[in-house]
């Protein structure tokens, strides 16, 4: 059966079957509930409509870890103006900013799909302010680049429900194996990583799909 949610404050969802899920750390948002105890019981669609919450955290578990880690709501750190990609580790040199900035664009005016871009270190991070911010829906899709949590993987994504049948769960996961793995990051570096994972996703929304990068 099919669980949908939303955003709701603090870290907390509520799902249409009522249960409520807390959330602790977190990979990335395909593979979070992989080795859990709980993730036959939870498909993995549901983790792409998990949203923006996710990247702040490490281990998507009931509730046995509420306390860890604390909300995070810091809207002191988005910029004044209005930005598509955010850099506060900056990874990225300004031309590949403007660049990236331009095909973003390029992208939610060929589609109507929106791609945005975070680069944080936790708990340095805007938090939940970001969704209000780039006003997140079922269409968005947020790459987050964080080592939080020494996970060895740079890149996670949040993934709004209405790309679930243009690119599925599998896609995201590969994605971020593939571009946001150490090797790659140690030989090419962040910005390379962020920036081919997003030639990706152009790619394959503006092709109608992909079933992996």
């Not at 859990?36 to 996710?54: A, G």
């Not at 031309?95 to 791609?115: H, M, P, T, V």
Request: charged share 20%.
């Amino acid at each position: 059966m099919k669980i949908s949610c939303g955003f709701v404050s603090k870290h907390v969802f509520w799902l249409t079957h009522k249960h409520k899920f807390h959330i602790g750390n977190i990979t990335n948002c395909i593979r979070c509930c992989s080795n859990s105890r709980f993730s036959s019981s939870l498909p993995r669609r549901t983790l792409l409509k998990l949203f923006f919450v996710l990247p702040f955290v490490n281990t998507f578990e009931v509730p046995s870890v509420l306390a860890r880690p604390e909300g995070v709501n810091k809207p002191n750190l988005l910029p004044k103006d209005k930005r598509l990609v955010i850099d506060l580790e900056h990874y990225l040199t300004s031309g590949q900013l403007k660049s990236l900035e331009q095909q973003i664009e390029d992208l939610e005016r060929r589609s109507g799909f929106k791609l945005r871009v975070l680069t944080q270190r936790y708990p340095n991070t805007p938090g939940l302010a970001i969704k209000d911010y780039w006003q997140l829906d079922s269409r968005s899709v947020v790459m987050v680049a964080d080592y939080f949590g020494n996970s060895g993987n740079l890149l996670k994504f949040n993934v709004g429900s209405d790309l679930d049948w243009l690119l599925p769960p599998r896609y995201w996961s590969l994605l971020s194996s593939k571009y946001g793995n150490q090797f790659f990051v140690e030989k090419y570096g962040e910005d390379r990583a962020i920036l081919d994972a997003a030639d990706n996703i152009f790619s394959c929304i503006l092709q109608k799909g992909c079933a992996s990068p």
